[in-house]
């Protein structure tokens, strides 16, 4: 008895699906859909805050909108760019922190004939919205350089560079941005004063790494520390301050994720703000609102003829006093009338 | 039921008995084919039909290709007693190492060639030392997986990743058939023939003899040793071509390429009837299922655009029921 | 059984003073207390976690696989303790308390339902890693607070969160095997049949031992939180690796009943030291996975031949 139920569930099982799936066709949508795939919220709290922008301003349009996370891995970005495909989506915004799938991604969506809004990493098939990040990295490096120009007349002992190399082309703009914005300043820096230690782009995860390297250079005083962001160069701070080396440390991030709040290093002498939990408002204002309202923009892909263009912010510590934390900062935007950005709103530096 | 060419003297609860429909219910994989069939009742409930529809079946049969492929593989090192903790970082290694080569301009041929060849030779240290030396298995390969790692990380160099896309390579591995990605179907042919190999050949059956008891397949005149060998290197050669086809599908190796893949097929394995401690239970089917239903889970929350993180909580939870319910049929308790 | 940990112990020092040797010769300045310092510092939260992965190990467990969940979750408790601007101590008292609710947990899942403690503990870092993502993303000690200073603090030329690792290495390795309490966990997990026959409690042993292990976790988490700086619930992913390959290379069998405790000081002593000497022959940090990783087959390999030919 037990074992004819059984098999009455294994028929159900293999037949009501076929019958399902063959009976199933797509119901177009009349509303206008957007899809957003952020970048998962395993390292920052920007990556979720761009979400929850996004979904506000879509609602202000009155638009569907659905998110998916590509939680980091550059197969299930992959994946999520299909669902939204088969969802139906008019147009898609996508972070993709390993852009590593974006050549997949991009056949699958224009084989689809769905525009696709990139942010900071740029794709030749892909709306390009974000910072530039390598015009980011010199602006924060001639910051710094300003700096050491005025403390140590140029002759730091060493320019550490936290790198993160999974972050690929984007850590050699920004960490190797700010190098070249540091010799814009200080052109006479030599060649062996510069090193460079995994970070990670995490400051818990990159922290033994760089205690190895400062052990390494034991008689290093004098340091400037430049990163794919405010977590690497921290993670050089802290190792600093943990080997009691910290004296004459002067870190200057990019991202502005540290820099802001009760709790900044005082070693962390600037970081530069990209705002990026308000990509949205550029994305929507210049691509997704006229796709929308059946204007649809000429592709514009390359970081340095963007769609839309995020200015970078670099600010220093004492300037960065006068921003908002991230919480407050989404609050405000999503209160200023459409279109207004977050650089517009906040950066003390314009 | 008998087969003449099974040792005489080989114990007998490791012969599977031959009548897969009758065992999808009340055999080895009776758990995971419930649990299945509740994620589609579930999917069908919530989501509605489309749920089944080809194309979102196809989209998780992408995603999967690589997936069932390297744990059907992975699947004969658990039965013979020796779980491979290196396949997720075999699979990025046989993914930058095959991306180098297309860079290189070589054929894809040659170039899977040589990276499945490269794969094996990893594999092959697996056994040595295992087999050879005695070693533990999960400690022996957890080695393989930090040294694998590290070696991929050097062939990515600096930028952390390679492009290396092909348009004919991702034509290849995009093509449909009846609406399905061809190289989906292929891969549930491949579990296929894995679950006849490990049902119905002598290998198959040797390879359960010794992952249930050792000694005693010693004694019945089982090669122990070459058969745990060749359930490495098997293991090696699966993650191989995950690799390769990852490499195809997403036109690139990347650091994040098969990183952690070795939890999620295990523990969708584990789900499946395989224990990662404890040869001799399992078989492909019961594997795939597994895998089935946790991209089942996975995809219902896309399409419900529920956070993705719930996914993890729900896998945890299904790992859990599954182990329970396997131990209530009548597995193994721990106490 | 003894001598043979012992020589265990012997070729770790010795492969270890040889590394430091073949550094300093390559590099002189590689002999100096910055090295130690940066060395000395990774030991430590690696050391604690260690050692609750030994006592899980050597009573028959094989693996917690859930301790990065579990030390994000302690250190988040650390975080907001010390936030509430609450004392030194009641930090530390919440973060090991954490820990050990975690691994009573883990026991109550394990014990009661009788299942593996290698997919228990699989499953509970799958679930405790997404939770603690709904719970926060990122986390800091305020600076300047008590923890935030014990974390840059030294003591006699040492990190301050050193000695605490090396005096619970020595406690517990002391302990182990001359308690009651140490010799059931090595019998239990020697042979559980055995050792139910003598009397002992398999399952008050085992919540004993996974409480106690999430405790020592709990205080890695202090450790931890003390000197990261800010964290994100995956923060903790990397150490898991280092904290198997320690015990592992201690000669603590995973399979249970065997195992000193003072190695872990050489196994985590070397593997910590390894990267810091790669950056000194000049190799790239990448490079240091590869040496790990060969290092860890060669010593398992090595044991396993021993142990073959040990035995008839």
């Known amino acids: 008895m037990l074992r004819i139920s059984k098999r009455v569930i294994a028929t159900m099982a293999l037949t009501v699906p076929l019958a399902f799936g063959v009976a199933w066709s797509a119901n177009a949508a009349e509303k206008f859909k957007l899809g957003m795939a952020v970048g998962g919220n395993t390292c920052c709290d920007w990556m979720k805050a761009q979400g929850d922008v996004a979904r506000a301003l879509a609602e202000k349009n009155g638009w569907d909108y659905i998110e998916l996370s590509n939680n980091n891995d550059p197969a299930i970005a992959l994946k999520n760019a299909r669902i939204f495909a088969q969802e139906g989506v008019n147009a898609m915004i996508q972070f993709n922190g390993q852009p590593a799938s974006n050549p997949a991604i991009s056949q699958a969506m224009n084989a689809a004939k769905i525009p696709v809004v990139t942010y900071d990493i740029a794709d030749p098939g892909m709306y390009f919205v974000g910072i530039d990040n390598l015009a980011a990295g010199v602006a924060g490096g001639e910051q710094l350089g300003k700096v050491i120009k005025e403390k140590w007349a140029c002759n730091p002992d060493l320019v550490v560079s936290a790198e993160g190399a999974a972050a690929g082309i984007v850590n050699e703009w920004r960490t190797g941005g700010m190098r070249t914005g540091l010799k814009k300043i200080c052109p006479d820096i030599p060649a062996e004063k510069w090193v460079s230690f995994e970070s990670q782009g995490d400051a818990a995860v990159g922290l033994p790494a760089a205690r190895d390297l400062l052990a390494a250079h034991p008689d290093a005083k004098k340091m400037a520390v430049v990163g794919l962001n405010d977590g690497g160069v921290l993670s050089l701070i802290n190792a600093a301050e943990q080997l009691g080396r910290a004296d004459e440390v002067i870190g200057w991030g990019q991202d502005g994720a540290f820099i802001t709040g009760d709790n900044v290093n005082p070693h962390l002498a600037g970081s ?59 609050a405000k935007l999503l209160e200023a009338p459409a279109g207004t950005t977050a650089y517009s709103l906040f950066c003390p530096n314009k | 039921m008998t087969d003449a060419t099974a040792p005489r003297n080989a114990p007998a609860p490791y012969i599977v008995p031959h009548r897969p429909w009758r065992d999808l219910l009340t055999g080895p994989v009776a758990s995971i084919a419930f649990t299945v069939i509740v994620v589609v009742a579930v999917g069908l409930i919530w989501i509605g039909p489309r749920f089944l529809a080809f194309g979102n079946v196809g989209i998780m049969g992408a995603f999967l290709i690589v997936p069932l492929v390297v744990g059907a593989c992975a699947g004969f090192a658990l039965l013979s007693g020796v779980v491979d903790l290196s396949i997720g970082s075999m699979v990025g290694f046989s993914s930058a190492l095959f991306a180098l080569l297309l860079t290189l301009a070589w054929n894809p041929w040659a170039a899977a060639a040589v990276t499945l060849a490269a794969c094996l030779g990893f594999g092959a240290i697996n056994a040595i030392a295992i087999v050879g030396f005695g070693a533990e298995a999960i400690a022996a390969t957890l080695g393989m997986l930090v040294a694998l790692r590290g070696i991929t990380w050097v062939l990515l160099g600096p930028q952390g990743a390679i492009f290396s896309f092909h348009p004919g390579l991702s034509d290849l591995v995009n093509q449909t058939l009846f609406g399905l990605p061809l190289f989906f179907l292929v891969a549930i042919g491949f579990t296929v023939i894995a679950a006849i190999v490990v049902a119905r050949t002598r290998f198959g059956r040797h390879v359960q003899a010794v992952g249930g008891d050792d000694k005693a397949a010693a004694r019945a005149g089982i090669p122990v040793k070459r058969i745990r060998v060749a359930a490495l290197l098997l293991s090696a050669f699966g993650a191989g071509l995950g690799g390769i086809v990852f490499t195809a599908q997403l036109g690139s190796a990347a650091r994040a390429t098969g990183f952690g893949l070795e939890f999620q097929v295990y523990a969708a394995l584990m789900i499946g009837g395989y224990s990662i401690l404890r040869g001799g239970v399992g078989n492909p089917i019961g594997g795939a299922l597994g895998l089935l239903a946790v991209a089942g889970v996975s995809n219902i929350l896309d399409l419900k655009a529920v956070s993705p993180y719930y996914v993890n909580i729900i896998v945890g939870l299904l790992l859990l029921a599954a182990v329970l319910l396997d131990r209530m049929r009548g597995g193994d308790a721990y106490e | 059984m003894r001598l043979q940990g012992w020589g265990t112990g012997l070729t770790l020092l010795a492969v270890w003073l040889l590394l430091i040797a073949a550094t300093g010769l390559y590099r002189p300045d590689f002999l100096s207390h910055q090295t130690v310092l940066a060395v000395s510092f990774t030991m430590s939260i690696v050391g604690v976690m260690a050692i609750g992965q030994g006592l899980v190990a050597i009573s028959g467990g094989f693996l917690d696989l859930s301790q990065p ?63 603690l993502y709904f719970a926060f993303q990122l986390a800091e000690v305020p600076l300047g607070s008590a923890i935030h200073q014990f974390g840059r603090a030294k003591l006699f030329g040492l990190p301050a969160i050193w000695w605490p690792m090396l005096a619970l290495v020595l406690v517990v390795g002391f302990l182990i095997p001359r308690t009651r309490y140490g010799r059931r966990a090595i019998a239990v997990g020697g042979n559980r049949m055995a050792a139910r026959a003598r009397g002992i409690s398999l399952k008050a042993t085992r919540f004993a031992i996974f409480t106690a292990a999430g405790g020592f976790v709990g205080f890695a988490g202090v450790l931890f939180c003390a000197t990261s700086g800010p964290f994100n619930p995956s923060s903790a992913n990397a150490l898991q690796l280092n904290v198997i390959a320690g015990v592992i290379l201690a000669g603590i069998s995973l399979s249970g009943g065997r195992g000193n405790f003072w190695l872990l000081l050489l196994s985590v002593g070397f593997l910590s030291t390894i990267p810091t000497a790669l950056v000194f022959f000049g190799l790239s940090s990448d490079t240091q996975s590869i040496f790990q990783g060969l290092i860890l087959i060669s010593a398992v390999a090595f044991d396993g031949y021993r142990a073959r030919r040990g035995t008839p």
């Open chain 3, 69 to 131: 969940a579990a030390l994000i979750a302690s250190s988040l408790v650390a975080v907001r303790l010390s936030e509430a601007g609450l004392p030194f101590a009641v930090v530390i008292l919440g973060a090991v308390l954490t820990g050990m609710a975690w691994g009573f947990a883990n026991a109550v899942i394990i014990v009661g339902a009788k299942l593996n403690p290698v997919i228990v503990t699989l499953a509970t870092n799958f679930i405790g890693l997404a939770a």
């Open chain 1, 272 to 330: 530069v703000f990209y705002f990026l939990e308000g990509y949205a408002v550029y994305a929507i204002r210049d691509v997704i609102a006229p796709i929308a309202a059946g204007n649809i923009p000429p592709l514009k892909a390359a970081a340095d003829n963007p769609a839309s263009r995020v200015e970078p912010c670099p600010v220093s510590a004492e300037q960065a006093k006068a921003v908002p934390a991230m919480a407050e900062r989404v």
